[in-house]
């Protein structure tokens, strides 16, 4: 598959380019270079040009963000829906759908196939992670299809309904992914998606233009993305608090014949949109890199991921480091920007009683509760978040639960 270099929505070349990161990736000696840039032609924000290369997230996808769960098997099974997979289960409930057959792209371990499984329906999913696919079969006896929907979707036919839970924003072709589904239902199958929701740049958090996330979608884009690919609309809905980012849900019910005629998009809210966000991120971290800055001697790192690769990108801290810590096995032993990657433990346990600076800003809070359980004093925890005391009242972001 070749990265397009145009925009993945209208194909137009007219672009701005509001922020470039330039990421050390674990065990990666190059830095990956990526532009987030909005379309003048129809306001869709995207890597581009063009995006992280296909081989490049493949390999992401099966070595490091394997979108596994933890915890026994016998409790994963017995546990009450996720946050997500109730917003699926609510909006499947509240259109009155009779259990059929469900197909999830991008199932990862299977949490959500076992609940609507679970609710009568029979279950299938597709997901690239060898080790998610695994963790489906044996923790939930499901079948899930190893790879991305490219495949595993034409192979299907007669499907209810299709899932796609934080799916779309990961795949280089949108509207060719969204024909597939529309070939893979039913004449009355229904599709219901989510996605990060691109909207109110203040509600937006640090670093929200990411390595994994080749788009970022607007409510009005993605809906004229889906009534271009055959879909009708039947509801939409917005939760603004419960993750730290926005998320939209949508249920589409495919429409038996293709539109007439394509939507047009409108690029005006999506430029502003995209150059406002873009604005506030670089305020933010710059106040970032003034607190990193305070500290001259040698430090710690705890998160070994984007998280971090963003923050070595925007300050100077990386000659400081001692090594970055991480809860995963599977990043023990490797290295980020030439940094060892140790386990907790090895942190716990090292003679070097230096800061540690806690490289998240989704998980701040509890890395800081298993730094303190694990015996690290709290003189020694730096959280980067949680108090942007560099800030003014007036330039302070909004603190997002989650």
Not at 148 to 153: D, F, L, P, T, Y
Not at 182 to 209: D, R
Not at 298 to 310: D, E, M, R, W
């Amino acid at each position: 598959m070749n990265a397009p270099s145009h925009c993945a929505l209208c194909k137009s070349r007219d672009r701005d380019v509001v922020q470039t990161q330039s990421l050390a990736l674990l065990n990666r000696d190059e830095a990956c270079k990526i532009d987030f840039s909005v379309c003048k032609a129809c306001g869709h924000l995207q890597q581009w040009p063009p995006p992280v290369s296909p081989e490049l997230m493949a390999h992401h996808y099966k070595t490091f963000a394997t979108y596994e769960i933890f915890g026994d098997a016998k409790r994963l099974r017995s546990a009450p829906p996720a946050i997500h997979t109730e917003r699926f289960l609510a909006l499947v409930r509240d259109m009155g759908l009779a259990p059929g057959r469900a197909y999830e792209v991008g199932c990862a371990s299977g949490e959500m196939l076992h609940q609507f499984k679970n609710h009568g329906w029979q279950v299938r999913g597709c997901d690239p992670s060898p080790s998610a696919v695994s963790q489906a079969r044996a923790i939930f006896d499901i079948d899930a299809d190893l790879g991305g929907e490219e495949k595993a979707i034409p192979r299907q036919k007669d499907l209810d309904l299709i899932l796609a839970c934080h799916v779309l924003e990961h795949l280089y072709d949108p509207p060719a992914t969204l024909a597939r589904f529309h070939a893979a239902l039913t004449p009355n199958g229904y599709l219901v998606v989510e996605v990060p929701c691109a909207t109110a740049p203040q509600s937006l958090p640090p670093g929200w233009f990411t390595f994994e996330h080749l788009h970022y979608y607007q409510p009005a884009i993605l809906e004229v993305l889906l009534k271009n690919a055959g879909f009708e609309l039947v509801e939409a809905r917005i939760d603004m608090r419960t993750h730290h980012y926005p998320v939209i849900t949508i249920a589409a019910r495919k429409m038996p014949q293709p539109p007439l005629e394509i939507v047009p998009f409108e690029p005006t809210n999506g430029v502003l949109l995209a150059h406002s966000y873009a604005a506030r991120d670089k305020l933010l971290s710059i106040a970032v890199a003034k607190r990193v800055a305070r500290f001259k001697e040698p430090v710690f790192l705890y998160g070994a991921g984007i998280h971090t690769a963003q923050l070595l990108d925007r300050t100077n801290l990386a000659p400081r480091i001692i090594a970055i810590a991480d809860r995963d096995p599977k990043k023990w032993g490797q290295t980020q920007a030439g940094k060892p990657v140790i386990s907790p433990q090895e942190l716990f346990t090292h003679p070097a009683k230096a800061p540690v600076i806690v490289s998240s800003y989704v998980s701040e809070k509890p890395i800081v509760d298993a730094l303190l359980k694990g015996g690290i004093e709290s003189s020694r925890i730096i959280p980067l978040y949680a108090d942007m005391a560099d800030l003014g009242a007036e330039e302070r972001p909004n603190r997002i639960a989650g």
